[in-house]
C-alpha cells in the first residue's frame, strides 16, 4: 500500500463509517479505508475505496485521520497502537466522529499535542440514511484553527455545528442521545398503551404528530422501523446504551444527576442484557410490548 500523501484515512468502515467514507470517495476526496473486518474493507473497495491493511498503513501521510469507531476504548486502542502513533506525521488533525466520551476525547488530545498532532471531535446525528446521502448533522468541537482545516471535508458529510472546545461534540451528542432513548421508551409505553386500550396504533402516531407529544420517535423511529415490524434503522440497541451512560455520567459530575435518564438507563439495560448481541435500538420497543405485564384478566 502506498502512503496516503495529504489525504483522508478513514479507520472504521462500519454501518455508519462505510457510507460516510464512500460519500467521501464520491466526492473524489482521496481517502484510504481501514476496518479490522474483512468484509467492511470488501464493501469499501466495491465502493470505489481504497484499501489498506492495516489503520497505520491507512494513516500513514495522511493528512486528516477520520475514525468512526464503536467508543473511546476502541478510537484510544486504534491510537495508541505504536505502530499508529509512528505513521502520524505531525500537522495531522485526527477527527474522532465515533460517539465517544467527552473528558476521554480530551485527554487524549492533550496526548495527541506531543505529537504535534491536532484533534477534533466531530460526532454525528441522523443514522445511517442521512451518512450515504451527505446530509448528517455534525458536531464539531475544537480549536478554531483546527476546525477551519477540515471544515471542507467535514461538510462532505453534512451541516456543522460548531459546539465550542474539544470534547464538547461528544457531550452533545451523548446528551442528544439521552433525549432520544427517552423519547422513544416513553413513546413505546403510551403507543402501546393506546393499543391495549384498543386504539390503532398508526391513528395514535398520526394523531400525536399534529400534537405536543410529537418527537423523532414518533415521527420517524416508529413509524419507519416499529410499526412495519423491520426493526432495521442500523443504530445497535447496545451502542445507544453507552451514550446514555455517558450522559447520565456528564450529568452526574456536573452536580445535575438526570433521575429521568437513570431510569431508562435501566430499562435500556435490561433489554440489552436478554436481546442479542446485534439487536438494532429500535428494538426496545418489540421488547417492551413482550416484557409488559399482561392486560389485567387475560
Ligand atoms: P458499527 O459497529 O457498525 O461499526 C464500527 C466499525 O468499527 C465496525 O465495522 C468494526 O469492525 C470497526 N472496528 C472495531 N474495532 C476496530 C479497530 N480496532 N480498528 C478498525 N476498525 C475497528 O457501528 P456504527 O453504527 O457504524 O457506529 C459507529 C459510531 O457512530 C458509534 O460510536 C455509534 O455510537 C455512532 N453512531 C451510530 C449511528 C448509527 O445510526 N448507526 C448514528 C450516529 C452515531
Redesign the pocket.
Known amino acids: 500500500m502506498s502512503e496516503n500523501q495529504g489525504g483522508v484515512a478513514f479507520?472504521?468502515?462500519?454501518?455508519?463509517?462505510l457510507p460516510m467514507a464512500s460519500q467521501l470517495v464520491r466526492a473524489g476526496v482521496p481517502t484510504v479505508g481501514?476496518?479490522?473486518?474483512p468484509a467492511?474493507r470488501e464493501s469499501f473497495a466495491a465502493a470505489g475505496g481504497a484499501v489498506a491493511d492495516s489503520?497505520a498503513a491507512a494513516v500513514a501521510g495522511a493528512a486528516t485521520v477520520i475514525l468512526?469507531?464503536?467508543?473511546s476504548g476502541?478510537v484510544e486502542?486504534?491510537l495508541g497502537d505504536p505502530e499508529v502513533v509512528a505513521a502520524l506525521r505531525p500537522g495531522t488533525t485526527v477527527v474522532d466522529?465515533?460517539?465517544?466520551e467527552p473528558a476521554r476525547t480530551r485527554a487524549l488530545a492533550g496526548k495527541l499535542v506531543g505529537l504535534g498532532v491536532a484533534m477534533v471531535d466531530a460526532?454525528?446525528?441522523?443514522?445511517?440514511a442521512r451518512?450515504g446521502t451527505g446530509e448528517l448533522a455534525v458536531m464539531v468541537g475544537g480549536e478554531d484553527t483546527d476546525v477551519a482545516r477540515v471544515e471542507p471535508l467535514l461538510t462532505r458529510l453534512g451541516t456543522l455545528y460548531r459546539s465550542g472546545g474539544i470534547g464538547s461534540g461528544h457531550a452533545v451528542?451523548a446528551l442528544n442521545n439521552l433525549m432520544s432513548a427517552t423519547h422513544l421508551l416513553v413513546t413505546s409505553e403510551a403507543v402501546l398503551a393506546g393499543r391495549r386500550f384498543g386504539l390503532d396504533p398508526a391513528r395514535v402516531l398520526e394523531i400525536v404528530n399534529a400534537s405536543s407529544g410529537r418527537s423523532g420517535s414518533s415521527e420517524n423511529k416508529w413509524p419507519r422501523f416499529v410499526l412495519p415490524g423491520s426493526y432495521d434503522?442500523?443504530?445497535?440497541l447496545r451502542?445507544m446504551l453507552?451514550?446514555m451512560r455517558i450522559a447520565v455520567a456528564l450529568a452526574e459530575q456536573v452536580g445535575l444527576p438526570s433521575r429521568l435518564g437513570a431510569d431508562a438507563v435501566e430499562v435500556w439495560a435490561r433489554a440489552a442484557e436478554e436481546l442479542p448481541a446485534d439487536a438494532d435500538h429500535t428494538e426496545i420497543a418489540r421488547w417492551l410490548d413482550e416484557h409488559a405485564p399482561p392486560p389485567a384478566g387475560a
Not at 479507520?11 to 455508519?16: A, I, K, S, T
Not at 481501514?34 to 473486518?37: E, N, T
Not at 460526532?123 to 445511517?128: K, L, N, Q
Open positions: 479507520v472504521g468502515l462500519g454501518r455508519m463509517g481501514f476496518d479490522v473486518g467492511a489503520a468512526m469507531l464503536p467508543d476502541v486502542s486504534v466522529m465515533s460517539s465517544s460526532p454525528v446525528s441522523g443514522g445511517v451518512a451528542k434503522s442500523g443504530f445497535g451502542l453507552k451514550d
